[in-house]
């Protein structure tokens, strides 16, 4: 999840832009129909697909079951993020590399909460199995432990250094972190070996929370997060570290991961390799510009249902395993829901609202300049907001 002040140039630079789709956001991170936040970031540090600084990131052709530029998803929610060589700096100049990864491949089941809200997966960390939200809009990997207070511990599984034999701490290091909802966390720093469904890394930096927000104490289904943007994120001080996937690309049989995210069903992510009976058709490869650490490509075009594509121009858009937010330009929104019979940007719940029983159009985002990845009407469609039984419940988008 991009951090606020991220969040605030995005809107600022899309001309007060309104949310598409949203649900409210559980424990800082979530995903859901489409994981990506689109919006006109011209002049937000936004630079072009072919600056220096840029890799590549493949996703799925037309008709397709997955998802393209990282992370967007789309029908099946499948989704690759790449670590092609780049043509400047990719990652963090200053982050830490002491750490090394073995040559292997990781799958674990991405398990979704009730309503999709987020998607949880085990890792180890020093033999000690934690259930993560894997973000890709963010750079810290967090955990629950035995330093927080016993309130914030309850219901949690806490990581326990003490009972690791791999477990060092790093003097002197700390780190804080605040998400785009206003959520964080803030501790120190160690490193341990990390493991994620045998994609393995030792000397891993591993914060370890000793204040979190009480939104990810209530969330007792995830016991941190797992960043998986680019390592330029990371806000260890005195010297940000790198991500899991940025120490372990190196080794893995290919430096790519992939992010398969279904809607009401466990999906998975993939460390290494990119599972072909995950779509079909072909892969497409779209640039991805790393000037803001995010997995962000050009977006510059959109289409509501069976209308005529539309422009948006200098469009740009980054994929975010982390949250259902779609934050578009003034443009996007009202071009959408001016085909919505019903719909009102209701300040009240802070989005628009629409009848419950409103047939939703579909939506085509362009992700980089390439593909038209489509998000289904029926999953723009997420919960009810008026619950006293009056005739016209209308629903969060």
């Known amino acids: 999840m991009p951090p606020p002040g991220m969040l605030d140039a995005m809107a600022a630079n899309a001309g007060a832009a309104t949310t598409?789709?949203?649900?409210?956001?559980?424990?800082?991170?979530?995903?859901?129909q489409l994981e990506g936040l689109l919006g006109d970031l011209t002049g937000a540090g936004a630079g072009n697909a072919n600056a220096a600084g840029d890799t590549a990131a493949a996703g799925g052709a037309a008709n397709a079951k997955s998802s393209t530029a990282s992370a967007a998803k789309k029908a099946s929610k499948t989704a690759t993020a790449g670590a092609a060589k780049a043509t400047g700096t990719t990652g963090a100049t200053a982050a830490s590399s002491n750490s090394s990864a073995s040559a292997n491949t990781g799958v674990v089941a991405a398990t979704p909460e009730a309503g999709d809200v987020e998607y949880l997966a085990p890792i180890s960390i020093g033999g000690q199995t934690m259930v993560m939200d894997f973000d890709s809009g963010s750079s810290d990997l967090w955990v629950f432990n035995t330093q927080l207070a016993t309130a914030s511990q309850t219901g949690h599984t806490n990581f326990d250094p003490s009972k690791s034999t791999s477990f060092k701490l790093m003097q002197g290091a700390s780190f804080t972190i605040s998400y785009g909802d206003g959520s964080g966390a803030a501790g120190n720093v160690g490193t341990d070996t990390v493991n994620i469904g045998g994609a393995t890394v030792t000397s891993q930096a591993i914060e370890l929370a000793t204040a979190v927000s009480t939104s990810f104490v209530q969330d007792t289904q995830s016991n941190g997060l797992v960043g998986l943007a680019f390592s330029k994120l990371n806000t260890v001080k005195p010297t940000a570290q790198k991500t899991f996937f940025d120490n372990a690309k190196e080794n893995l049989a290919m430096p790519v991961f992939t992010a398969d995210l279904?809607?009401?069903?466990?999906?998975?992510?993939?460390?290494?390799?990119?599972?072909?009976?995950?779509?079909?058709?072909?892969?497409?490869?779209?640039?991805?510009?790393?000037?803001?650490?995010?997995?962000?490509?050009?977006?510059?075009?959109f289409q509501v249902g069976t209308g005529a594509a539309m422009t948006v121009a200098g469009g740009q858009a980054i994929a975010d395993t982390g949250t259902t937010l779609m934050l578009?330009?003034?443009?996007?929104?009202?071009?959408?829901?001016?085909?919505?019979?019903?719909?009102?940007?209701?300040?009240?719940?802070?989005?628009?609202?629409?009848?419950?029983?409103?047939?939703?159009?579909?939506?085509?985002?362009?992700?980089?300049?390439?593909?038209?990845?489509?998000?289904?009407g029926d999953d723009i469609n997420f919960a009810p907001v008026d619950n006293a039984?009056?005739?016209?419940p209308f629903l969060y988008l």
């Open 20 to 32: 598409v789709s949203s649900k409210e956001k559980a424990g800082g991170g979530i995903a859901a």
């Open 262 to 301: 279904r809607k009401n069903a466990v999906g998975a992510y993939t460390f290494g390799a990119i599972d072909s009976t995950k779509f079909n058709g072909s892969l497409t490869w779209a640039a991805v510009n790393t000037t803001n650490g995010f997995w962000q490509f050009s977006s510059t075009k």
């Open 328 to 376: 578009a330009n003034a443009a996007v929104v009202n071009a959408y829901y001016s085909q919505v019979t019903g719909a009102v940007n209701n300040q009240t719940v802070g989005g628009v609202t629409f009848p419950c029983n409103a047939q939703l159009p579909d939506l085509q985002v362009d992700v980089g300049g390439n593909y038209m990845a489509l998000v289904r």
């Open 389 to 392: 039984g009056t005739s016209k």
